[in-house]
């Protein structure tokens, strides 16, 4: 009898897409888990903050992350192959409703990691940790536009805070507050605007040094990103090698079932052979 086995058109994932992307892009999932913190201390900051231009520097950091991630939380629904089921089943509301920048939402968003982070095996975890090691480069500029956040918003409300002690100052809003900051960070300094107090000046010259610093490692490992052959890191595939991996399990599957099914045939005429013979000697015998 021929038995025949059907090849399936598709196969169902045993665990969601974002859970394994965790994995695979794990410098990235770590940069967003830790704009997520730092929108949760903003959170916090936004109830202790009682002048009112601190705060403003408070919203328009925290308005700024959290547009960056809403543009993530939409571009993961629509990569996601079923978008229905990544947004109930897989909980990817939550990753939309956690990007809101409302204080606290980030907790949403948060709560979403430490589920997906459940679903992973332990040795998913070292490969995560490979993912960021060698792929430093990556890693390094994440961490480098992470830092500049932080550095900026930092400066921002220290130099707030010094400048509205003197009545020559010229820094008195959030606005003005940031752009010194970025302008001062990027080494252009435009001269516009610039602190007037001893103290807001040992804040800008701390900037410099910062900016000196994270912009050379930015444009060593950028140069190193651009010029370096791009490595597959060993436990990855494409989706070529993976389609041709299948291809050749099937080829070797169906040569298994022509075997057995000629060896079925023969056994079939060797037993109809011995039964010739057996009633050939009962005939004899009789």
Not at 60 to 79: H, M, Q, S, T, W
Not at 266 to 271: G, L, V
Request: a neutral charge; aromatic letters at 10%; charged letters at 20%.
């Amino acid at each position: 009898m021929e038995s025949k086995i059907d090849k399936p058109t598709s196969i169902e994932p045993t665990s969601p897409k974002e859970s394994t992307e965790i994995v695979f892009h794990a410098n990235y999932e770590l940069f967003i888990v830790a704009l997520l913190v730092l929108q949760l201390i903003n959170s916090i900051l936004w109830i202790l903050v009682a002048d009112p231009e601190q705060y403003g520097v408070l919203k328009i950091v925290g308005g700024g992350i959290g547009f960056f991630l809403l543009i993530d939380a939409f571009y993961r629904v629509y990569k996601a192959p079923r978008r229905k089921r990544y947004l109930g089943e897989f909980l990817g509301w939550m990753t939309l409703l956690g990007s809101v920048p409302v204080p606290f939402f980030c907790l949403v968003r948060l709560l979403w990691y430490v589920l997906m982070t459940r679903k992973l095996r332990r040795d998913d975890y070292g490969l995560m940790r490979r993912v960021v090691v060698e792929q430093r480069a990556r890693s390094t500029l994440l961490a480098v536009i992470l830092m500049a956040i932080i550095v900026v918003e930092i400066s921002s409300l220290l130099i707030i805070k010094t400048e509205t002690q003197s009545t020559d100052a010229n820094i008195h809003t959030a606005s003005d507050a940031i752009w010194w900051s970025l302008v001062t960070v990027a080494t252009v300094g435009y001269g516009d605007k610039y602190p007037v107090t001893n103290s807001g000046r040992i804040v800008g010259v701390g900037l410099m040094l910062v900016g000196v610093s994270l912009f050379g490692v930015f444009t060593s490992f950028l140069a190193q990103w651009f010029f370096s052959p791009k490595k597959r890191l060993p436990f990855q595939k494409d989706e070529q090698s993976e389609n041709k991996d299948q291809d050749e399990l099937w080829a070797r599957l169906e040569e298994i079932k022509l075997i057995l099914e000629q060896q079925a045939s023969a056994n079939q005429e060797s037993t109809t052979g011995l039964q010739e013979r057996l009633e050939a000697i009962e005939k004899h015998l009789e």
